[in-house]
T-cell receptor, first 109, second 115 residues
Framework: KQEVTQIPAALSVPEGENLVLNCSFTDSAIYNLQWFRQDPGKGLTSLLLIQSSQREQTSGRLNASLDKSSGRSTLYIAASQPGDSATYLCAVNDYKLSFGAGTTVTVRA | SAVISQKPSRDICQRGTSLTIQCQVDSQVTMMFWYRQQPGQSLTLIATANQGSEATYESGFVIDKFPISRPNLTFSTLTVSNMSPEDSSIYLC????????????FGEGSRLTVL
């Protein structure tokens, strides 16, 4: 059974600092990995999708890397803003989606 | 991408009652997924709904408690039956919106509180 772990569980940074969010998974035979953002009490917004054959994906200030062999993905958010405050979820797809518990980010103005 | 609308967005329900959540997608999709997110926890898949066939339930979820309908390629409902306070959660509808990419898109969720 796929186990997905996200560290840290919570993170508080001053505005402008770069964010580094980690996701690890136990079974490297994955189809893809997806990062989501969730605001309190809301649904999930897809941020980045990385296929198993890719090493990284970028969208604006966001960059996600994938190292299948070591079972790790990292989400980088450059120059954080208060609007980036949310919970970030990593989901690993091995033909069934397994979610991590998330990292709750607070960006202080 | 896919745009997903869920109704209701939130509701407060009495113990023992049932509530049906609707999920409408702006395009035809093969599979729709229903997830539950209990307070402070991550998402758990309840079932996968294919049009024209019975939904496939994950371990720990049964059709009598969470009946699902999938009448066409753009719509699905999830009913939470005989609710108890333990059913208080956010229920989320999801679709595979990416052509051959496997990217998932989610609705805004339905937040249920059972008293």
């Amino acid at each position: 059974k796929q186990e997905v772990t996200q560290i840290p569980a919570a993170l508080s940074v001053p505005e402008g600092e770069n964010l580094v969010l980690n996701c690890s998974f136990t079974d490297s035979a994955i189809y893809n990995l997806q990062w989501f953002r969730q605001d309190p009490g809301k649904g999930l917004t897809s941020l980045l999708l990385i296929q198993s054959s890719q090493r990284e994906q970028t969208s604006g200030r966001l960059n996600a890397s994938l190292d299948k062999s070591s079972g790790r993905s990292t989400l980088y958010i450059a120059a954080s803003q208060p609007g980036d405050s949310a919970t970030y979820l990593c989901a690993v797809n091995d033909y069934k989606l397994s979610f991590g518990a998330g990292t709750t980010v607070t960006v202080r103005a | 991408s896919a745009v997903i609308s869920q109704k209701p967005s939130r509701d407060i329900c009495q113990r023992g009652t049932s509530l049906t959540i609707q999920c409408q997608v702006d395009s035809q999709v093969t599979m729709m997924f229903w997830y539950r997110q209990q307070p402070g926890q991550s998402l758990t898949l309840i079932a996968t709904a294919n049009q024209g066939s019975e939904a496939t339930y994950e371990s720990g979820f049964v059709i009598d408690k969470f009946p699902i309908s999938r009448p066409n390629l753009t719509f699905s409902t999830l009913t939470v039956s005989n609710m108890s306070p333990e059913d208080s959660s956010i229920y989320l509808c999801s679709v595979d919106g990416g052509i051959n990419t496997g990217e998932l898109f989610f609705g805004e969720g339905s937040r249920l509180t059972v008293l």
